[in-house]
């Protein structure tokens, strides 16, 4: 006869909770940063819509869309601003898939290149281009070379900026498609789909890109910030984008040009939230 012997189950010891850490300094850092951000804004909005003739008024807000030069300028920025983000995703997606899939070694030299634009200064940029424009010698004046330099420097869409545009874009957008390649396993996904018969063209636009809209949307986001907020190249190569077009505008219309600025900014900050409210949704739901 076996004696059973009973087992007794012993407490497990319970760690004292710890006190929860006040949590005042956060409070704190959130004040400073309101007031940081709150206070100039808040004393443009005033200066927007308070003068001493007038008192308060919402004129300025009111005049803005039939302000001389709103329109063209806004409309050449945000073609601007969709040419250069289709640009330079086309130019960063394809060779960061190949060098992640073919090339890893090439990895820190891809990055090196995407981010060197961030050391250079805009004004040296600029400089730069602008010599790159002034030159020419006379004997290829007949030539398609000639006809191409005088061609992206046209008023009406003006590629040349575009194309600078392009490249102080490439770090930013270097950096989230970089943050949205590390979250998934590229080469298992691509294996896959070339394993079940998908081409290459349906591996990116129907694989790795709904994977990746997340990032693609972060970049295209900081790209359109960046196009629309750019003044010193612009103003430099003599082109009349919408930043231009405020400074221009400062001049005779204060109070139009400030009301302008925190309006562009209201609606850099709806896109903000839809594209962080879009992420949101899309994460509780997957």
Avoid: H
Avoid at 80 to 91: H, K, P, S
Avoid at 105 to 122: A, W
Avoid at 161 to 186: E, K, Q, T
Avoid at 210 to 227: D, E, G, K
Wanted: include cysteine; glycine fraction near 6%.
């Amino acid at each position: 006869m076996v004696a059973v012997t009973p087992v007794l189950e012993t407490p497990q010891a319970v760690s004292p909770a710890r006190p929860r850490r006040p949590r005042i300094w956060r409070g704190v850092v959130l004040g400073i940063a309101a007031v940081y951000f709150l206070v100039p804004l808040g004393a443009s909005f005033w200066y927007s819509v308070y003068n001493d003739q007038q008192g308060f008024s919402l004129s300025a807000y009111l005049d803005i869309f039939g302000a001389e030069g709103f329109g063209t300028s806004m409309l050449l920025s945000l073609a601007m601003a969709v040419a250069t983000i289709v640009v330079v995703l086309a130019l960063t997606l394809p060779a960061m898939l190949a060098v992640r899939l073919s090339a890893p070694r090439l990895g820190p030299v891809l990055e090196v290149i995407c981010t060197l634009p961030l050391v250079v200064p805009p004004i040296t940029f600029v400089a730069g281009i602008s010599t790159v424009l002034r030159w020419g010698p006379d004997y290829l004046a007949a030539t398609p070379l000639w006809a191409t330099l005088i061609a992206i420097q046209n008023e009406t869409f003006p590629v040349v900026l575009v194309l600078a545009y392009v490249v102080l874009a490439l770090p930013f957008v270097y950096r989230s498609l970089d943050s949205g390649l590390r979250a998934i396993d590229v080469r298992t996904l691509v294996e896959a789909a070339r394993n079940l018969g998908a081409s290459w063209p349906e591996v990116v636009f129907r694989v790795i890109i709904p994977n990746l809209r997340t990032a693609i949307a972060s970049a295209s986001f900081l790209t359109l910030a960046l196009v629309l907020g750019e003044y010193t190249i612009a103003a430099l190569l003599g082109y009349r984008t919408f930043p231009v077009w405020i400074v221009t505008i400062s001049g005779a219309n204060g109070q139009l040009s400030v009301a302008v600025s925190i309006l562009s900014l209201l609606i850099i900050w709806l896109l903000l939230l839809t594209l962080s409210s879009a992420g949101s949704k899309r994460r509780s739901t997957s």
